[in-house]
Nanobody, 115 residues
Framework: QVQLVESGGGLVQPGGSLRLSCAAS????????MGWYRQTPGKERELVAH???????VYGGSVKGRFTISGDDAKNTVYLQMNSLKPEDTAVYLC?????????WGKGTLVTVSS
């Protein structure tokens, strides 16, 4: 029923920017929050950013000050603006939806930061 579709990943040079989008579809009336995690081979999946339905945001320490999460309730979409990208930001970025006591995951979008 619930589907999450991420977009916006790609190749960017260090210091550059990208904006990721995650659109939720299905029968969704309200949800507790949406966010982004990232995963790289050899590392644990880590929190990037999360935004609650009330607007409160949380960021992982490695991205705080560089990334910004925002949402569009009318479109059931969450965005991640990534600035000052570093090679260590290279990862698969996955969208998460917190809805009715369950977590739903997107398939991920690859971000590669390299010169």
């Amino acid at each position: 029923q619930v589907q999450l579709v991420e977009s916006g990943g790609g190749l960017v040079q260090p210091g550059g920017s990208l904006r990721l989008s995650c659109a939720a579809s299905g029968t969704i009336f309200s949800f507790n929050g949406m966010g982004w995690y990232r995963q790289t081979p050899g590392k644990e999946r880590e929190l990037v950013a999360h935004i609650a339905s009330g607007g409160n945001t949380v960021y992982g320490g490695s991205v705080k000050g560089r990334f910004t999460i925002s949402g569009d309730d009318a479109k059931n979409t969450v965005y991640l603006q990534m600035n000052s990208l570093k090679p260590e930001d290279t990862a698969v970025y996955l969208c998460i939806l917190n809805y009715r006591g369950a977590n739903y995951w997107g398939k991920g979008t690859l971000v590669t930061v390299s010169s």
